[in-house]
Each structure stands twice: as structure tokens, then as C-alpha cells.
């Protein structure tokens, strides 16, 4: 008894010490776990809603019905942690409880991390009593922390200190088959929680299998095991994966260049410059003449100790190298190989050799669907602090040996202590943001008035809910941002009604099934394709929150009845037939009815003659693709095309105007890349340029394979020069018929008639009305 009390005593000390500070921090999410939204935010209130939704309300297939009304989504595109969903809603007692469950888990995932860095660092022959106060202190400074706060699913810290333990121990297995399955299920685990955890897991060790194999190339040729089952456990995983998604995802069209693979990309700071809220970074962004341009993807801050103990090691390397010296240069392979494996995926987040030879992101497509590189430098931070520690406890023992036991304590208490404290910043600030909301899927703190407005839903009734303000992201080509009151209102109805909704907060969305559903909210006169793919005939049932909407989400609303109103929402009944009627006609005989008080101006009916106007057909320029008319601008790199300058005193600061104009939307990336569509209005006396844009993904109006695209503008001095710019990244872009107008000023023209000289098609301030008969 004795002897088993000694061996595992420090162990037992690490498990007291770790549930000590987790309840000191997180004691009330612990004890209560289904009280609270650890955000409220857009992708954390997708992530809660997507996961507590299909355990509710959705049935043990892939495909994601609440979101993207009428093609669903694959689950595994949703952002739910399909695994623990999954497990979740085959037991009922947890079911009921499922955002408890989640919250438990991710703040138990701390205690996980702790102990697996533990049996780490005495794998590594670290003195006992430092491996558990250190597993602690790299515990506390673990960049995923703030997944807490809204990426709930890379929010599991221990998936990295457990591929290192399952790794150290297969290779130190003498029958290496039950490492070799727990590795595969590690990985396959991984990915079905969150793609980029199975990535991470499976780039690592590819990384350390290849150089584990050159290390001990003489005895690693000889055995065919020590080929084949590293190409298991990395293969086998990813096969599996994406042989699961061939088979069971039936939606065609997502995005091949997904934006931000370079935006998301780490940075050196990102390592080694404290974030927010740290005292360092508090006090260089408030002094420091540059400000630390951290970004929040890459946060994956080392910590002090680790800083210094780099120092010092890279000093002795060098003296080592002058030296000729080379023995104990590497003098742990199992830890030199995690620090080197590491650093070459430090490499990849910080996007070497892609940002220096960008074409072999062209060779190697695959790679821009992990854009966000930057969470990559996750494993760095585990493996250097590893060998932060490592190091500490070889100049600890040093240190012992030579009869300076003072100092080698006093080494060791500041080391850890930085640990802790600089940890400690972060943990009281996350501890404190991840109770501020309440969880709206508990029954017990849903809002009145949301409550009301359920109560006031007959469900039979409708086939889905239209949330106003429309939102709908996902595909990256073709989506409208969302607002924060009409998205949380919208998914929280939807989860306790188990109504599908129309909008959608996704990522990877089918192009083709985004352009459809964007193109609802466009206006009357265009046909809408998602018509032919909605088999219901049963009205839509709109959510209204308080905030503004668009003129043409404005005209959705008008054709709706009003069946309940409180003061934070509204809910409307809009039928099948007005909702996809075509109004073409009815424009046409308003015009009709108009055109005698109206005036013509450069071939245009306008209400005021007076009123600014500039129109370009682009009819002199030749193009593949064409709106209307006999050309169309066709753009080519650099992409950075002004289309016309103003001089001063072309336009009037009280006024407001439109600039809008027609692009071409069926290329790959067609509208993405950061496609903006800007005015510039320059400031010669300051010699500043004023920007205003807006992004074409993001406009609503859709008319076959073109979009129109609107920006309203004020200029801010009538003696600055105004310039009508696009600038891109794309390979080619298609752009036709450009209008500057007053934006209280309706501009008509008549392009078609009949033999009865009735009106067949008609321009109206850019929009194309024409009857089909």
C-alpha cells in the first residue's frame, strides 16, 4: 500500500490541484452546466443551436435539416461536433440536458489536458513533482481556451497531449497493434468532432512518422511494420473520412478557393507576443508606437518561461556549433522529434512556402479548404513548452547535483509561477465572458416574449420560418451577413419549434443552393429557381426582430399578415402564391400609368431633369458574357479597374446616390476573393484617399448568372474628385451597365415592345423587368 501511495502520489496530488483551480474558475459552470451560453455571438449561437437541434429536433441521418430550408445540410459542414451529437441523442437522460453536456465537457477537457501532459512529462523522465505543477502551468496558458468563447468543437485541449502520449507509447510498444488501433480511433474521433482537430492530428504524424523513419533509417528499412502501419494510422483515418463524405454528402457546388488561407495565417508575434487581455499587451498597445497586429486565429502565445528558456537553449546551441561540440546536442529523440515535427507545421500556419511560391497552392487545391493556417501553431505551443520544461528540469537536476539546491528551487517556482500567473490573466477574463449568457435552450430562462411568440405559432401551418433581416452565409459567393437580434431570435424559435429555417449560418455552402435561397429576397420581377425545388405549397411563417430592413425585404414584409407582436419580435404568415408571384406585369402598368409626368434625359424617363445621372452600357467593349445589350466590360488582371473619374463638384453632400452595376456570377470565385465595389473620393488639400465599398457575395438581387450590386454613397466635400473603382483578386471578371443616380430619383427606360406597342421589358434604376409570355 505504502509503495503504491509513493508511485502514484504526485499524480493524485496533479488531480486535487487541477479540480481545485477548475472549480476556483469555473465552479458555477460545473456544478450548473446547462444555465449558460459561453456566447451569444453568431458562430457560437450557430454552434450551440446546429448541435442542440439535431439532437432535438432532426433524425440519425447526415443531413442537417434546420438551416438552408429546402436542401438541408451535411452535418458534418455545421459545425455540431457530430460524434458527441450523435452520442448524445441516442440517450434521452442527456438529450434533455445537451448544451450541459457540452459545456461539462469542454471545461472538463482542461482536466484531460493536465493529466495527459502529466504521463507526458514522466515519459520524459521529468522529477514528479515538477511534471505536475508544470502540466498545470502549460495547461493554463493552452491557446484553445478561447474556442471557449465561440469555436466550441477546437475548443478540446487534450487532443493534442493525447496524440503525443498515444505516439510516444506506440513507439515504445513492443507490439505496437494496440497503439496502432487507439491512434486510428484517436484521429477518426478527431475528425468527426472537428476537421481540422483530425488534420492537425494526422499532418503531425505524418511528420513524426518520416522522421522517426530517417532518424533510424538502418533498423526502420529492415521491417515492413515500420511502413506499413504509420501509413495506417494516417491514411486509414482520412480515407475513411473523406470516403464518408463522398458517400453521404448530396450537395453539390462548394466553394474550391474558400477566402482567408493567407488572412488567417500566423505570425511570429502571434507566438510570441502576449494577446488580449495580458498586462504586456495591454501596456504595448497603449504605449508602444506599433501596436501588435495579433490575430485571434493564430493566438497561440508560449508564455515568458518558454521565451527565456528558447533563449537560453538557442545561446547554447550556438556555443555547441562554434564548439564542435555535438554530443547531447539532441539528447532526447522521442522530445527532439515532437519539437522538429512541430516546427515544420509552425511552418504551414505561417503559410512557408505558400505566401513565397503562392502557385503551389494551384498544385495542391486541397490545401485552401483548412484555411485558417493559423491554428496550426497549436502543436507548437505543446511541443515547445514540453521542451521548456524538459530543459528546466535538466538545469534543476544540474543545478542539484552541484549543491545549489537554492537556486535550482528558486529557478523552478519562477518558471511555473509565470506559468501560472500569466495564465491566470486569461482564465479570469474567459471564466468571466463564458457566464454572461444564459442558455435560451433552457426552458426554465427562455425570454417572455419569445415564449409569447412561440405560444402564438401554429406549426401545423407553415413549411419554415424567413427570418427578417434576411441571413444567409456559407458559400462565399453568393450570401447576405447576418444581425445579431434576428439571429438569435430566428435559431431559437426554430430549435423549440423544430421548424426548419429558409436562412442559414453555415460554412461551405453549396453555391448553387445559396444563389437559389439568396435570390427569394430579390425583387418581385425576377423569377426564383428555388420555386422548382420546394414541394410544399403551405405558407412560410417570417420572424421579424426590431432591426431595419432592406427596400426589398421591406416589400417581402408588406405582402405578409401580421398574427402577433411584442416588443422584441413579430411573426407574419406569408402565403406560397404571393411569396414566388411575379409582379413584371404590375411594374409595367405603373410605369404606363407614371410615364406622362415623367422627362427624358439622355434616353431616359427621370422625374427631375435635374438630377445627377451618368449611365455606361459598356455596348463598345467586346465580352464573352453580356447582360444586356451589345457588350459588356471584360477585366482581367490586376484587377483594379477605375471605371470613371468625377471631377470636384460633380456631386452635393446633402444629397444621397446609388452606384450600381451588373456582374457576371457563374466562374468559379466569380464573386468572392474580396471582390469590392467602391467609391473613392479623394481629399486633394489633405492628400487622403476616403473609402466606401461594399462586397458583391453580399448583394440580394439575382437574376439568372448576374447580380446586381448597390452602394449607396454620400460624399463627404463637394471639392473632392469621386472615383468608381473595383478591385479583386480574381483571374477574370464580367461587369455590364453602370448607373450613378440620385437615390430618390427613378430612372426608366423602355428596351422592348410588341407590335402593339406595349411594354415588354423596362429598365428601372438598373433592375431588368420583362414579361415572359
Known sequence: MKLFIK???????????????LFAYYGEILLHPNNYFFTNNDDGMKNYYTYAYFIKNGDFSTNFNGMNYPYGEHLQFTDCQPFLAFIVKSFPFLSKNSIGVMNFFMIISLFFTCLLLYLILKKLKINSLLAVFASIAITALAPQLYRLTGHFGLSYSFFIPLTLYLIINYFEAKKRIIWLLLLVLNNLFWFYTHAYLGLMCTMFQSLYFGIEYFWNFKTNYKKISNYLFPIIIVLFPLIIFRLFLFLTDTHDARIENPSGFFGYAAELDDIFIPHYPHPIYLFLEKYSPIVPNLKWEAWSYVGLTTIVVLIFSLIKLIIKIIKKDRENLLSNKTLSIIVISAVFLLLFALSIPFRQLPFLLDWFPFIKQFRATGRFTWFFFFAISIFS???????????????????????????????????SVYHNYVSQEIKKSENYFNTKLISKDIKEGITNIDISKYQAIIALPFYHTGSETFGIPSKKEISKISMIISYYTGMKMV????SRTSIYESKNIISLISPDYYDKKIKNDINSKKPFLLICSNEDLSQYEQKILNKSNLIYKNKSLSLYSLSYKKLFQNSAQEEINYFEKKKNNLFLKQNFYVSDTLNFLYYNNFDNKKSNFVFRGAGAFEITKPLNKVFVDFPPNTFDTKKEYTASIWMYNNLDDALNKWLRFM??????????????????????????????????????NTNNSVSIVVKAKQEILYVDELLIREKNNAIYKVLKKNSDNKTLELFKNNHQIIINK
Open 7 to 21: 508511485k502514484y502520489s504526485s499524480f493524485f496530488i496533479l488531480i486535487v490541484f487541477t479540480i481545485i483551480l
Open 503 to 506: 436562412n442559414s449560418m453555415l
Open 679 to 716: 467609391v473613392l473620393e479623394y481629399d486633394a488639400q489633405n492628400n487622403k484617399w476616403i473609402e466606401l465599398f461594399c462586397l458583391p457575395e453580399y448583394c440580394g438581387i439575382i437574376k439568372d448568372n448576374w447580380s446586381l450590386v448597390e452602394l449607396d454613397f454620400k460624399i463627404k
Open 389 to 423: 520544461i524538459f530543459t528546466i528540469n535538466n538545469i534543476f537536476n544540474s543545478l542539484i547535483k552541484s549543491n545549489k539546491k537554492i537556486l535550482a528551487y528558486f529557478l523552478i517556482i519562477i518558471a511555473l509561477l509565470l506559468y501560472i500567473l500569466e495564465g
